[in-house]
């Protein structure tokens, strides 16, 4: 089965930018979808098909994906956005499964 | 505008059943896959599969057939999860989230349900 890696935590200072990587084989190829988890609350979609921004999502989230990384980009990071992120794709090698990675926990100094 | 609204916490003991709900408004129920994740207490986001809102088709994720069954009542736009003979290891909280058909995307989620099984 497909397999998503994420770092457990990153950490960064308010203002500055936070990277959030997801890696998978040749997961350029697929689709690649974020989600932000405050503690206590649903999984919300933040970045949708790589780097497409739902409604009510600042432009300060933003995303890529090329070769075996995805990549999550929260610029001007604020205290608000502390919270846990999955990247998730569907694995059609395997009866069209979603794979989610194991999630990131956003720490903002 | 878009809700899934799930049923209440459950505390059930060792062998019993529990029957979660999904209730959606804000939309036309059968243009949406209904799936279900689950997630244990600390741990990550776990797919559980999904279920087809125009046949009733359930499709179930590896580790998530036999006790786990997927059920729909169209008449009110609700997405049932029972899961039979609970374990202690069930212990989640289990949320059902959308999918337009065609597209791959989660885009909204319910609140979730906090199953609890404990003797």
């Known amino acids: 089965s497909y397999v998503l890696t994420q770092p457990p935590s990153v950490s960064v200072a308010p203002g500055k930018t936070a990277r959030i990587t997801c890696g998978g084989n040749?997961?350029?190829?697929?689709?690649v979808h974020w989600y932000q988890q405050k503690p206590g609350q649903a999984p919300v979609l933040v970045i949708y098909y790589d780097s497409d921004r739902p409604s009510g999502i600042p432009e300060r989230f933003s995303g890529s994906n090329s070769g075996n990384t995805a990549t999550l980009t929260i610029s001007r990071v604020e205290a608000g956005d502390e919270a846990d992120y999955y990247c998730q794709v569907w694995d059609s090698s395997s009866d069209h499964s979603a794979v989610f990675g194991g999630g990131t926990q956003l720490t903002v100094l | 505008q878009v809700q899934l609204v799930q049923s209440g916490s459950e505390l059930k003991k060792p062998g019993a059943s529990v029957k979660v709900s999904c209730k959606a408004s804000g939309y036309t129920f059968t243009s949406y896959a209904m799936n279900w994740v689950r997630q244990a207490p600390g741990q990550g986001l776990e797919w559980m599969g999904w279920i087809n809102t125009n046949t009733g088709n359930p499709t179930y994720a590896q580790g998530f057939t036999g006790r786990f069954v997927f059920s729909l009542d169209t008449s009110v736009s609700t997405a049932y999860l029972q899961i039979s003979s609970l374990k202690a290891e069930d212990t989640a909280v289990y949320y059902c989230?959308?999918?337009?058909?065609?597209?791959?995307?989660?885009?909204?989620w319910g609140q979730g349900t906090l199953v609890t099984v404990s003797s």
């Open positions: 989230a959308r999918v337009h058909f065609g597209e791959l995307d989660f885009d909204y």
């Open positions: 040749n997961i350029g190829s697929k689709s």
